[in-house]
Antibody, heavy 118, light 107 residues
Framework: EVQLLESGGGLVQPGGSLRLSCAASGFTFSSYAMSWVRQTPGKGLEWVSTISTSGGSTYYADSVKGRFTISRDNSKNTLYLQMNSLRAEDTAVYYC???????????WGRGTLVTVSS | DIQMTQSPSSLSASVGDRVTITCRASQSISSYLNWYQQKPGKAPKLLIYAASSLQRGVPSRFSGSGSGTEFTLTISSLQPEDFATYYCQQSYSSPLTFGGGAKVDIK
């Protein structure tokens, strides 16, 4: 079955860190760029970061640049998002998503909730 | 950043109705516009890409049109499973941006 499964979300204090993982199955993971997109009730859907097939190119939203790092391990079919210096405004459901073409997404995971609160 | 504005933000419709949702970009994005459907508690689902291309497996009652700054998503005959929130997304330039959503509920 073609699917993405996120993990690693949870409750963290402001200034803390979390590492999200996204396990891919059912398709050739190394052939597709991958992204993280987050969703909050107040701000809707927000693109966070994208990584190229090899991992050699990465892109970030200004709101997370310098704090978040996207990476991938093609041997493990897994995408990661290292989140440091977390802020209350980072509270959201984080989805990993597979790119079908240039910068749009045909497969999404179920999402993992990150809550930043003291 | 390119701002995406959807209208209406919500609408009530009946099964069988024709429904149209508009998405406007703050600058020209050619045909780099995509539409997603999201149901409560679920991830978004790609419906239309490149403004008018129907994603595989999506019913033909969904269609997209437009270019430049104005785009529309049309559902030709609303079905019970179509009650959801619809989002547009531009893929013209980084940062990728989404519209605020259009919620379609039952009249």
């Amino acid at each position: 079955e073609v699917q993405l499964l996120e993990s690693g979300g949870g409750l963290v204090q402001p200034g803390g860190s979390l590492r999200l993982s996204c396990a891919a199955s059912g398709f050739t993971f190394s052939s597709y760029a991958m992204s993280w997109v987050r969703q909050t009730p107040g701000k809707g859907l927000e693109w966070v970061s994208t990584i190229s097939t090899s991992g050699g190119s990465t892109y970030y939203a200004d709101s997370v640049k310098g704090r978040f790092t996207i990476s991938r391990d093609n041997s493990k079919n897994t995408l990661y998002l290292q989140m440091n210096s977390l802020r209350a405004e980072d509270t959201a459901v984080y989805y990993c998503a597979k790119e079908l073409g240039m910068w749009y997404f045909d497969l999404w995971g179920r999402g993992t909730l990150v809550t930043v609160s003291s | 950043d390119i701002q995406m504005t959807q209208s209406p933000s919500s609408l009530s419709a009946s099964v069988g109705d024709r429904v149209t949702i508009t998405c406007r970009a703050s600058q020209s994005i050619s045909s780099y516009l995509n539409w997603y459907q999201q149901k409560p508690g679920k991830a978004p689902k790609l419906l239309i890409y490149a403004a008018s291309s129907l994603q595989r497996g999506v019913p033909s009652r969904f269609s997209g049109s437009g270019s430049g700054t104005e785009f529309t998503l049309t559902i030709s005959s609303l079905q019970p499973e179509d009650f959801a929130t619809y989002y547009c997304q531009q893929s013209y330039s980084s940062p990728l941006t989404f519209g605020g959503g259009a919620k379609v509920d039952i009249k």
